[in-house]
């Protein structure tokens, strides 16, 4: 099952870029199609994801899952850089693990020292956001090395843009499963930042959620994704494998001598 999953991954990162490219073709259409089957190849996903852990009666979060894939699976359903903390909220609210962020410390370090001994022998490595100006990586956000280079670079916009559109896919993730108290409270703290998607405290409703993120995604995401398309060009010709996925190194400026 554990290749099921590695195998529809390769098969939804593309889709991703084809829609990305359709949706600035302006091509409607196109880009309905794509999205009805990316979200078919997500939730076949899911579902490869839920069988690799059969049913013991045990909570799935004393399941031997290894920590790597936790993290991999909280980071794929929010599709954006995150902070160890919310790695761990996705994934003990939307998965029923006990994952603690500060165990995720030294975990990038980690991903790095092996893809340096042995490149791209992993079907994925646990990386880097970087930062638009300097190509730097971003302290404390981890990403999937198999997402866009432009997914992963972290501009002035960014921020916000990446919130926006996390609190849309775990919207979409409440939808297709029984809301249980961590999944309500966890959409709840999205909610209570985005101006419209909830009433109050127990009334957010995923529907509502999506078309409050998708309604402010419109003001930001175009100027967001240029800016992280040029950051992505300048990082393809001035970085090598290793610098893209985990960053370049900052050398200090040395003062100049009288």
Known sequence: MADDAEELERQIEPLRVRMRE????????????????????????????EAMTPDDGQPAGSRLVPLREQVHSALTLLAVPAAPKLVAQVYNACYGGDMRGEKLTSLRRD????????????????????????LAPVRGLLAVSTWELEQRIVGALSPRVDFLTAA?????????????????????L???NIPGAADGIGST???AVIRAAESELTTHAATDRSHREAAAARARTQLDDAGRLFGSTLKPVEETQR
């Open 205 to 207: 409703k995923p529907a």
């Open 111 to 134: 991903e790095e020292r092996s893809f340096r001994t042995a490149p791209f022998a992993r079907p994925y490595y646990l990386c880097a956001a970087l930062t638009a100006d300097r």
């Open 190 to 192: 999205f909610a209570e």
């Open 168 to 188: 849309v896919n775990i919207a979409r993730h409440a939808e297709r499963v029984e809301v249980d108290r961590a999944t309500a409270r966890l959409l709840w």
């Open 22 to 49: 359709a949706a600035a073709a302006g091509d409607r259409p196109q880009v309905a199609m794509l999205k009805a089957e990316l979200r078919a190849l997500e939730e076949a996903w899911y579902d490869a994801l």
